[in-house]
């Protein structure tokens, strides 16, 4: 056998990088079922006009409080029953999928921006813009997340558009630290000083070496970050400062059902699982892709 040949035996017998990737993706459990969960309640929140039996909004106070299908009382009509004003609970669960979805991928990115700007500016100079960095990073830690997004709210009132700008501007600090500290370590390698030994532009080092390099721990920090801000806004919503009435968000669904929780514990019980459900899937999701990138960094 000639030398080319057994090269290409070689090469035909040795799997590629992207079906190595595919396999170890197939025998993830943990991203997996990550993966499945978010992508079951994005398909919902698409679908929703499909999927809705019901006008969420449409009221009728003769069928309020109806339970779900398995309780007493239950009717297919309203699968999941209905709320205290009579709206059909599995119309607004699913037009709720929505809502949670857009604040969560709406804080991602916008609070990724931030973050990462800052991280890369931070960790590529250094010097003093790094201290003035650290400064902010510092400052913005002391602030309490929770109560600065309250007192905001309140302040500037209920709508989708200031919760999502609320908490990506408070949400930016984890991105700002884990791209600073993986860029002090990029920023070392051979790779970037050969760049800066050819000419190569700042621009052109950070969005062709730096960034591609630190995109793995972006995109885990993002994942967290989107469970976060869900579970934020759907706290907002439940004090009253969130998403305002009548737009179906679970957070409110949990706080109009509260009174009743007692005699009618589904009103709250089936949000409070879809909620759940949805930062689970987020989580899972999120250290699927750490132990993949991990596994990849270590190969």
């Known amino acids: 056998m000639s030398a080319e040949s057994h090269a290409g035996a070689i090469e035909t017998t040795e799997p590629s990088s992207g079906a190595q990737l595919?396999?170890?993706?197939?025998?993830?459990?943990?991203?997996?079922?990550?993966?499945?969960?978010?992508?079951?309640?994005?398909?919902?929140?698409?679908?929703?006009?499909?999927?809705?039996?019901?006008?969420?909004?449409?009221?009728?106070?003769?069928?309020?409080?109806?339970?779900?299908?398995?309780?007493?009382?239950?009717?297919?009509a309203h699968p999941l029953g209905t709320d205290q004003l009579g709206r059909d609970y599995l119309s607004r669960l699913v037009y709720g999928s929505r809502i949670s979805l857009l604040i969560g991928f709406s804080i991602m990115i916008t609070s990724g921006i931030i973050g990462t700007f800052l991280g890369i500016v931070a960790g590529?100079?250094?010097?003093?813009?790094?201290?003035?960095?650290?400064?902010?990073?510092?400052?913005?830690?002391?602030?309490?997340?929770?109560?600065?997004?309250?007192?905001?709210?309140?302040?500037?009132?209920?709508?989708?558009?200031?919760?999502?700008?609320?908490?990506?501007?408070?949400?930016?600090?984890?991105?700002?630290?884990?791209?600073?500290?993986?860029?002090?370590?990029?920023?070392?390698?051979?790779?970037?000083?050969a760049a800066e030994a050819v000419g190569c532009s700042t621009l052109r080092i950070v969005a062709g070496e730096i960034l591609p390099n630190i995109l793995?721990?972006?995109?885990?920090?993002?994942?967290?970050?989107m469970a976060n801000g869900i579970l934020l806004a759907a706290a907002l919503s439940f004090l009253g400062l969130g998403v305002p009435p009548p737009l179906p968000d679970w957070g409110a669904m949990?706080?109009?059902?509260?009174?009743?929780?007692?005699?009618?514990?589904?009103?709250?019980?089936?949000?409070?699982?879809?909620?759940?459900?949805?930062?689970?899937?987020?989580?899972?999701?999120g250290d699927g892709i750490r132990d993949l990138t991990a596994h990849e960094n270590r190969t």
């Open 22 to 76: 595919r396999r170890r993706l197939s025998r993830h459990t943990t991203f997996l079922v990550g993966a499945g969960i978010l992508g079951f309640i994005l398909a919902v929140a698409l679908l929703a006009p499909l999927l809705a039996p019901h006008d969420p909004y449409a009221q009728n106070l003769s069928r309020r409080l109806i339970p779900p299908v398995w309780g007493s009382g239950g009717s297919w």
């Open 254 to 285: 949990i706080a109009d059902g509260k009174q009743y929780m007692f005699f009618s514990p589904w009103v709250i019980t089936i949000p409070g699982i879809a909620l759940f459900t949805l930062v689970l899937g987020i989580n899972l999701l």
């Open 124 to 193: 590529y100079f250094g010097g003093r813009i790094d201290l003035i960095v650290n400064f902010i990073i510092t400052t913005r830690l002391a602030m309490p997340v929770i109560l600065v997004a309250l007192t905001v709210a309140a302040l500037a009132g209920s709508s989708v558009r200031n919760v999502i700008m609320v908490l990506s501007l408070l949400l930016w600090d984890r991105f700002a630290v884990v791209t600073r500290s993986a860029t002090l370590q990029v920023r070392a390698l051979d790779y970037v000083a």
């Open 216 to 225: 793995n721990a972006i995109i885990v920090i993002g994942t967290i970050e």
